[in-house]
Structures are given as structure tokens and as C-alpha cells.
């Protein structure tokens, strides 16, 4: 998905009739009377060769915070926030009302790219609404109508230079992952610098201090916190230098169970902070001293690990923890069993609040990053894998021995290795686990994704038939004088 779309505007002007068709399913409730669409939904669209996300919102009204309408209200300003373009829906037939102007001058503050639609304008009886939409100052309106399907060609027009923009700022801002290497060919790792920083993600559950964590950093307050779990609500990136280091952090909504995640917008904020682990080349999986390594908190450190980035685990609110010593024990027994797939990554104990063991956080996310572009030449892996094979060789199903010939490293950020052999479908996941373990252990690769890829290698020997041929080659060329 490449961008996401909201479709935002007074009630019963068309929102989800417009969204369903976008997204080619009746998923939102349509009905003549207004206010049906009460929280938000989200669905992939299609618009012939574009794939992006919308949202369908409630629609504005001028309403009290602690009203229905107003939380509505609440809401779908939060998605005006959270998406790349605003879709801001007039009912062409009504015309222009009070309401539209006054949430016309509130997108053109919170959204940076805004289009609109006056809906509903099939037949003669739209002409005057469309001339007024004119009005609201928002360039000229697609007359559209959502339910018969006109308009799209429009709508696709404006949204397609959009979305060569959103797609060519992805680019920019995703990092260079499974970089490929020529074999011992010389290369220097990626240095961080401002005009391409290290792009950090802050990841954990609800309430566990992410936002705390990066003011702190930042030495401002720049982001809005609170006790109350699950404030911030979308991605937000932040640049800055880190004692010498130039630094891209994302602050994430908190990451809850899918089954606990009832609220329409954090079911939004989560696939935010999924994607900011995309964008992330390390991850900072936050955990709350008190109650770590939930569910949820391994199941977030696994998805850092699966998309191949570097990892440090923080456990925050180290100031408030009595018993520190036999509390960091537990951690680290804890994290050795329950995390394998990240065995050595760095556990820092941190405190947001009085900002204690950020300095420290900053020189394992430095580290971190370093172990991820790692490189080890040809030589020292076939010394290293000869040692491992003595010291435990692989087993010989069907007593058939499993042949380990050679390695190499294929990739890097995160390291990725080769190993010829035979029978590779044979070999155990145990003892390319023992190979991984080793690995980490003797190259000092502690916490990174290691990917480890056995493939194929014939027993015969390509040199073998040059080898047969020469004495031929020879009696041919010496025969004449042999048989004198």
C-alpha cells in the first residue's frame, strides 16, 4: 500500500458508499440516515492500477468533546492526522453549508494534501453545488457520484502524482535491507550521517514509555504523554543527533493483542507501528520493568526478527524497581529462553523518566547497528566451519553422510551466509541452529538475524573429466615417438 486516503465530510454525504466501492466489498454500512458510520473502518482500495488504504470515517459535526458526536468528531480528526491524503466529501445537491466551511478551514491546518469531491452530482440539479464548492478554497471539486461509480477517473487523476510522491518518499526513507556482497570483495559499512540517518523504531506494548523515552532523548517535550495507555496513536518520525550520531526515531502506537484490540484507530495506530518497523534499521523493543516479556512483547521482538532487523531490548522504569539485582537476573534468564532467535542482543535497563542508562541505550543501538552490517571474509568462515564439523559433525541420515563443503557470505544488514552441501533437505533445523549459535558466538554477532541458507552441491567433481582426459591428451601427443 503505498499511501493512505480518509475520506472525511459532514454526515450522509456519500463517505461509505464511496468507501465500499473503493474497496469492492459492501464493508460499511450505508443508509439514508445520517450519523450509521459511528468509528472507523480501514480496507485496501483499488482504483485501476493504484493500491492504497482508506479509511471511512464518521462524518463532522460541530459537537462537545463528551458528547457522542464530539468523540466521533474525536476520531475522525485523529484519522485526518494518520493519513497522507484527505478525501473531504460535499453533498453537491445540498450545497454548501456552514459546517463545510468550518471543517474546510480546519483540514486545510491539519492536512497537508486535500481533495474534493462533490458528491452526489449526477443530473442538473448538482450544478449550482459543485459552482459553490469553489468556494471552500480548495481548488476544483471532482464532481463524483459515489453510488453509480462516475467521477473515479477524476479522483483517479489527482491521486496519481500523489502517489508517485508518497511511493518515491517510501523509498527514500526505507533502509537498504539484504544488501548482496561479492565474495571478499572490499566494502565498509553504511556510516549514519544527516542527510541519511540511523533509523530507529521505538516499539513495545501500551503505556510502557515509548513517547517518555524519545522526549528524553530529545532533551524537549515533543511528543504528548499521560498515563493513560495508547496516547500516541500514529508514527511519528523525529531527526536529531545523538551525541555525534544522526538519528531518525520513530515513536509508534503501542502494539496490542489483535484480539484486545477493539478501538477502530488502534487497530490503525498497530499496522503504523508495524510498518515503522519496516522503516526502522534498529528496533527498540520497550518493555515495562514491572510486567516484561509479556505475550505481546515477544510476539513484537519475533516481528523485528522475521523482517531481519537489528534488535536491543530497553526495560524502562528501572528507577521504581526495589530488588534491581535479582530483577536483571530474571530478565536476562527470561530473555534467553523465551527469545533464542535473538540470543546475546543487548538487555539495557533504562529509566525515561530521570533519563539514567540513555547513554548506554545509545551505544548498543550504535553497536547494534554495526554487528548488523558485519562482514567476514571467505578464509575465516570455511577455518571457523572446519573447526565446527570437527568438533560436531552433522548426522548421516539413513547412513548417508550429510557433506559440508564450503561457505560464504552472500549478504549483509543482517548478515546472511551460504553453505554448500549434500542432501541439504536433510540437514536438522538443530544443527543449523548449533551453526547459527556458533556463528554469533565466535564473530561476536550477539542479538542480529542471522540468515543461514544451505544449498545444493553435486558430488561430482567438475574437474574430474579434465582430470581423466590428460594422460590421453599426453599418450596422443607422445605416441608417435613411443612407437619408434
Same mark, same amino acid.
Given at each position: 500500500?503505498?499511501?493512505?486516503?480518509?475520506?472525511?465530510g459532514?454526515?450522509?454525504v456519500?463517505?461509505?458508499?464511496?468507501?465500499?466501492?473503493?474497496?469492492?466489498?459492501?464493508?460499511?454500512?450505508v443508509d439514508?440516515?445520517?450519523?450509521?458510520t459511528?468509528?472507523?473502518?480501514?480496507?485496501?482500495?483499488r482504483?485501476?492500477?493504484?493500491?492504497f488504504?482508506?479509511?471511512?470515517?464518521?462524518?463532522?459535526?460541530?459537537? *462537545?468533546?463528551?458528547?457522542?458526536?464530539?468523540?466521533?468528531?474525536?476520531?475522525?480528526?485523529?484519522?485526518?492526522?494518520?493519513?497522507?491524503i484527505?478525501?473531504?466529501?460535499i453533498?453537491?445537491?445540498?450545497?454548501?453549508?456552514?459546517?463545510?466551511?468550518?471543517?474546510a478551514?480546519?483540514?486545510?491546518?491539519?492536512?497537508?494534501?486535500?481533495i474534493?469531491?462533490?458528491?452526489?452530482?449526477?443530473?442538473?440539479?448538482?450544478?449550482a453545488g459543485?459552482?459553490?464548492?469553489?468556494?471552500?478554497?480548495?481548488?476544483?471539486?471532482?464532481?463524483?457520484?459515489?453510488?453509480?461509480g462516475?467521477?473515479?477517473?477524476?479522483?483517479y487523476?489527482?491521486?496519481?502524482?500523489?502517489?508517485d510522491?508518497?511511493?518515491?518518499?517510501?523509498?527514500?526513507?526505507?533502509?537498504?535491507?539484504?544488501?548482496?556482497i561479492?565474495?571478499?570483495?572490499?566494502?565498509?559499512?553504511?556510516?549514519?550521517?544527516?542527510?541519511?540517518?540511523?533509523?530507529?523504531?521505538?516499539?513495545?506494548?501500551?503505556?510502557?514509555?515509548?513517547?517518555?523515552?524519545?522526549?528524553?532523548?530529545?532533551?524537549?517535550?515533543?511528543?504528548?504523554?499521560?498515563?493513560e495507555?495508547?496516547?500516541?496513536?500514529?508514527?511519528i518520525?523525529?531527526q536529531m543527533?545523538w551525541?555525534?550520531?544522526?538519528?531518525?526515531?520513530?515513536?509508534?502506537?503501542?502494539?496490542?493483542?489483535?484480539?484486545?484490540?477493539?478501538?477502530?484507530?488502534?487497530?490503525?495506530?498497530?499496522?503504523?507501528g508495524?510498518?515503522?518497523?519496516?522503516?526502522a534499521?534498529?528496533?527498540?523493543?520497550?518493555?515495562?520493568?514491572?510486567?516484561p516479556?509479556?505475550?505481546?512483547?515477544?510476539?513484537?521482538?519475533?516481528?523485528?526478527?522475521?523482517?531481519?532487523?537489528?534488535?536491543?531490548?530497553?526495560?524502562?522504569?528501572?528507577?521504581?524497581?526495589?530488588?534491581?539485582?535479582?530483577?536483571?537476573?530474571?530478565?536476562r534468564?527470561?530473555?534467553?529462553?523465551?527469545l533464542?532467535?535473538?540470543r546475546?542482543?543487548?538487555?539495557?535497563?533504562?529509566?525515561?523518566?530521570?533519563?539514567?542508562?540513555?547513554?548506554?541505550l545509545?551505544?548498543?543501538?550504535?553497536?547494534?547497528?554495526?554487528?548488523?552490517?558485519?562482514?567476514?571474509t571467505?578464509a575465516q568462515?570455511n577455518?571457523?566451519? *572446519?573447526?565446527?564439523?570437527?568438533?560436531h559433525p552433522?548426522?548421516?541420515?539413513?547412513?548417508?553422510?550429510?557433506?559440508?563443503?564450503?561457505?560464504?557470505?552472500?549478504?549483509?544488514?543482517?548478515?546472511?551466509?551460504?553453505?554448500?552441501?549434500?542432501?541439504?533437505?536433510?540437514?536438522p *533445523?538443530?544443527y543449523?541452529?548449533?551453526?547459527?549459535?556458533g556463528?554469533?558466538?565466535?564473530?561476536?554477532?550477539p542479538? *542480529?538475524?542471522i540468515?543461514?541458507?544451505?544449498?545444493?552441491?553435486?558430488?561430482?567433481?567438475?574437474?574430474?573429466?579434465?582430470?581423466?582426459?590428460?594422460?590421453?591428451?599426453?599418450?596422443?601427443?607422445?605416441g608417435?615417438?613411443?612407437g619408434?
Open positions: 500500500m503505498s499511501f493512505t486516503l480518509a475520506i472525511v459532514r454526515p450522509n456519500g463517505k461509505s458508499t464511496l468507501f465500499n466501492r473503493l474497496v469492492g466489498k459492501r464493508l460499511a454500512l439514508n440516515q445520517p450519523g450509521v459511528r468509528d472507523l473502518r480501514e480496507g485496501a482500495a482504483l485501476a492500477d493504484l493500491r488504504t482508506v479509511i471511512d470515517t464518521a462524518g463532522l459535526e460541530q459537537a *462537545t468533546d463528551e458528547s457522542l458526536q464530539g468523540r466521533m468528531r474525536k476520531l475522525t480528526e485523529r484519522a485526518v492526522d494518520m493519513a497522507d484527505c478525501l473531504f466529501m453533498d453537491a445537491r445540498t450545497g454548501i453549508t456552514a459546517d463545510d466551511e468550518v471543517f478551514e480546519i483540514l486545510r491546518k491539519r492536512s497537508a494534501h486535500v474534493l469531491a462533490a458528491n452526489k452530482a449526477e443530473g442538473a440539479a448538482a450544478d459543485v459552482n459553490e464548492a469553489w468556494a471552500l478554497g480548495l481548488g476544483e471539486p471532482i464532481r463524483l457520484s459515489a453510488e453509480h462516475e467521477g473515479l477517473n477524476d479522483l487523476s489527482q491521486l496519481m502524482p500523489l502517489a510522491e508518497f511511493a518515491e518518499r517510501a523509498k527514500a526513507d526505507a533502509p537498504d535491507t539484504d544488501v548482496e561479492e565474495e571478499d570483495a572490499p566494502g565498509e559499512m553504511r556510516i549514519p550521517t544527516r542527510a541519511k540517518p540511523l533509523q530507529v523504531a521505538v516499539v513495545g506494548r501500551p503505556n510502557a514509555g515509548k513517547s517518555t523515552l524519545i522526549n528524553m532523548i530529545l532533551g524537549e517535550e515533543r511528543l504528548l504523554t499521560g498515563p495507555a495508547g496516547i500516541t496513536r500514529d508514527a518520525s523525529l543527533d551525541d555525534g550520531l544522526p538519528v531518525r526515531i520513530f515513536d509508534t502506537a503501542g502494539m496490542r493483542k489483535k484480539a484486545r484490540v477493539q478501538d477502530k484507530l488502534e487497530k490503525l495506530s498497530v499496522g503504523d508495524l510498518r515503522a518497523v519496516k522503516f534499521e534498529v528496533v527498540v523493543v520497550l518493555l515495562d520493568a514491572a510486567i516479556f509479556e505475550q505481546q512483547d515477544l510476539r513484537i521482538a519475533d516481528l523485528a526478527e522475521r523482517e531481519g532487523r537489528a534488535v536491543v531490548v530497553a526495560v524502562n522504569k528501572w528507577d521504581i524497581e526495589p530488588n534491581k539485582q535479582q530483577k536483571l537476573r530474571d530478565l534468564e527470561s530473555f534467553e529462553r523465551l533464542p532467535q535473538l546475546g542482543a543487548p538487555l539495557i535497563t533504562v529509566s525515561a523518566k530521570t533519563g539514567k542508562g540513555i547513554d548506554r545509545r551505544a548498543a543501538i550504535e553497536k547494534a547497528n554495526e554487528v548488523w552490517n558485519r562482514r567476514i571467505t568462515l577455518r571457523w566451519l *572446519t573447526g565446527m564439523l570437527e568438533a552433522p548426522p548421516a541420515p539413513g547412513g548417508k553422510r550429510i557433506k559440508l563443503r564450503y561457505m560464504t557470505q552472500a549478504k549483509t544488514r543482517p548478515p546472511g551466509f551460504v553453505v554448500m552441501c549434500s542432501l541439504p533437505d536433510k540437514l *533445523t538443530s543449523t541452529r548449533y551453526l547459527i549459535n556463528l554469533r558466538q565466535d564473530f561476536d554477532m542479538g *542480529t538475524p540468515r543461514l541458507h544451505m544449498r545444493s552441491q553435486s558430488d561430482k567433481n567438475p574437474y574430474k573429466a579434465k582430470k581423466k582426459s590428460a594422460p590421453s591428451r599426453l599418450r596422443k601427443h607422445l608417435g615417438r613411443s619408434n
